[in-house]
Nanobody, 122 residues
Framework: VQLQASGGGLVQAGGSLRLSCAAS????????MAWFRQAPGKDREFVAG?????????YADSAMKGRFTISRDDAKSTVYLQMNSLKAEDTAVYYC???????????????WGQGTLVTVSS
């Protein structure tokens, strides 16, 4: 199983980025997908998740729900994270993950991507 995250980069505060995570080696449509992030010196934290059927989405909190949107394209075996109104505190390495059950904890996910760095300049 491979999860390849991409789309990170340097962006000014207030800007937008769209992260992508392409999956291979698994039946993508059977899996819940999620994004986590780890800021320098901090623990990895849940950002957003989407269940296998796209009928349920979770976000870390309401503020993040208003700025970030998770979606998936099963035909492309890809999950996306659209991030708008970015803030300096969004700076982190963003990881995608796959699991059979949608949850906010890392233990819900069996497979992890390598991460993509998002840097937001203020």
């Amino acid at each position: 199983v491979q999860l390849q995250a991409s789309g990170g980069g340097l962006v000014q505060a207030g800007g937008s980025l769209r992260l992508s995570c392409a999956a291979s080696g698994l039946t993508f449509s059977n899996y819940a997908m999620a994004w986590f992030r780890q800021a320098p010196g901090k623990d990895r934290e849940f950002v957003a998740g989407i269940d296998w059927s796209s009928s349920a989405t979770y976000y870390a909190d309401s503020a993040m729900k208003g700025r970030f949107t998770i979606s998936r394209d099963d035909a492309k075996s890809t999950v996306y994270l659209q991030m708008n109104s970015l803030k300096a505190e969004d700076t982190a390495v963003y990881y995608c993950a796959a699991g059979l059950v949608l949850g906010r904890g890392e233990r819900s996910y069996n497979y992890w991507g390598q991460g993509t760095l998002v840097t937001v300049s203020s």
